[in-house]
Each structure stands twice: as structure tokens, then as C-alpha cells.
């Protein structure tokens, strides 16, 4: 299995902050790595796919970089409705995702 | 726009087998190139794939679940359906249907979810 572990767990921000999360797999994965936010009671919703490609009515304030182990996702100017829990997700074998980082209010 | 809506009991007793049902609208189940998937989320834990069944047939699981799991689509119905067998507490959860890609893995299509609980 590929490890996906994701720093911090918890954020607390406030409206405005810039916001990055990370999250490191187990071994290279190269690009195949997407980027969920979900929140309380609602399934999960896609953000970012390949890395770094922001899905089709995703703010521009998300992006997404990295490759191989190592992958970022941040938020540029944090809004009141991106506070929720962020998962990544490795597409490269047997997907797996992360434990989540929960963005909270400050 | 594709739907995806689970269905299946919500209480299940330990060492019974569960089974979900995913009614697909919108799209064909045998259409494109899809992974008709199945993923859970554990009470206040992270999201696991379970499996899918190809738009061609073929099927792949998580070797945590493969000698458990069946997912099988029925054309007929436009529905693919997951049977999970001698289940215990740890099979708690929320189990979701999705479509899923291109790209292969990424999930942009879910349903709303169905928890299923576990317990005698």
C-alpha cells in the first residue's frame, strides 16, 4: 500500500490567511495525486486533479503543486466557505487517501 | 449531469453480508471510460476505496478487502451493486458510489452517501 500522510491535521486560520497543506506518500507517485475538500454530512468534492490541474468552477484561489512524494495544496486569501476538511488522494496504485487536514476558524 | 443514489439497509448484524446498490441516472454504466467505484468512510476517519468495475467488466479491489468484496454492474438496471461479506463493527461506515475519472482515480462524480451500521 502507498502511505498518504497529510500535515498538519488541524489548521486554524483566519478569513484572509493564505493557507497551505501538505501531504507526502509513502513512495514516488509522480503526478497522480488529487485534492478533495469535504464538508460536515456532504460527500467529498474534487479540487484539483494530476497535482496541480483545478478543476472546472474551483475558485483560482486553490492550487495545487508538487510531484513525486511531496505535495502542496494552498489557498490563496481564505473565505468563509473553504472552512472544511481536505483530503489528498494518490491515483497511482491501489488509491489511498489521507488522514485529512480540518481548517478551522481562528 | 450524472446521479448517483446508494441504497441498501442500514443495520446490518456481525458476520451477515451487506449489500449496496448504486442507481446511476444521467449516464450509462457502460458508457465511456468510467470506474464505477465504490469508497467508505469510517465514523470521523479518512476515506477508503473499496473497488470498482470497469466500463469493459474487469473489476479491482483493495487487497484489504478482496477476499470480501464483489462489485458487479447490471446493465439492465443501469445500477452496479457491492456484496460485502461477514462484516464486523470495523465495516461501519459511510459507503459511498461514485464515477470516477478520467483521470483514472480522480472522483468527481458522488453519491450522497448511506450509512451502514454494524451491530447486533
Known amino acids: 500500500d502507498i502511505q498518504m500522510t497529510q500535515s498538519p491535521s488541524t489548521l486554524s486560520a483566519s478569513v484572509g490567511d493564505r493557507v497551505t497543506i501538505t501531504c507526502r506518500a509513502s513512495?514516488?507517485?509522480?503526478?497522480?495525486l488529487a485534492w478533495y475538500q469535504q464538508k460536515p454530512g456532504k460527500a467529498p468534492n474534487l479540487l484539483i486533479s494530476?497535482?496541480?490541474n483545478l478543476e472546472s468552477g474551483v475558485p483560482s484561489r486553490f492550487s495545487g503543486s508538487g510531484s513525486g512524494t511531496e505535495f502542496t495544496l494552498t489557498i490563496d486569501s481564505l473565505q468563509p466557505d473553504d472552512f472544511a476538511t481536505y483530503y489528498c488522494?494518490?491515483?497511482?496504485?491501489?488509491?489511498?487517501f489521507g488522514q485529512g487536514t480540518k481548517v478551522e476558524i481562528k | 449531469q450524472v446521479q448517483l443514489q446508494e441504497s441498501g439497509p442500514g443495520l446490518v448484524k456481525p458476520s451477515e453480508n451487506l449489500s449496496l446498490i448504486c442507481n446511476v441516472s444521467?449516464?450509462?454504466?457502460?458508457?465511456?471510460?468510467?470506474?464505477w467505484t465504490w469508497i467508505r468512510q469510517p465514523p470521523g476517519k479518512r476515506l477508503e476505496w473499496i473497488g470498482y468495475?470497469?466500463?469493459?467488466?474487469?473489476?479491482n479491489y483493495n487487497p484489504s478487502f478482496e477476499s470480501r468484496v464483489t462489485i458487479s454492474v447490471d446493465t439492465s438496471k443501469n445500477q452496479f451493486s457491492m456484496r460485502l461479506i461477514s462484516v464486523t463493527a470495523a465495516d461501519t461506515a459511510i459507503y459511498y458510489c461514485?464515477?470516477?475519472?478520467?483521470?483514472?482515480?480522480?472522483?468527481?462524480?458522488w453519491g450522497q452517501g448511506t450509512l451502514v451500521t454494524v451491530s447486533s
Open positions: 461514485a464515477r470516477v475519472g478520467p483521470p483514472a482515480g480522480s472522483v468527481r462524480d
Open positions: 488522494q494518490q491515483c497511482y496504485s491501489y488509491w489511498t
Open positions: 513512495q514516488s507517485i509522480g503526478n497522480w
Open positions: 494530476k497535482a496541480s
Open positions: 468495475s470497469y466500463s469493459s467488466g474487469s473489476t
Open positions: 444521467g449516464d450509462s454504466v457502460t458508457s465511456g471510460t468510467y470506474y
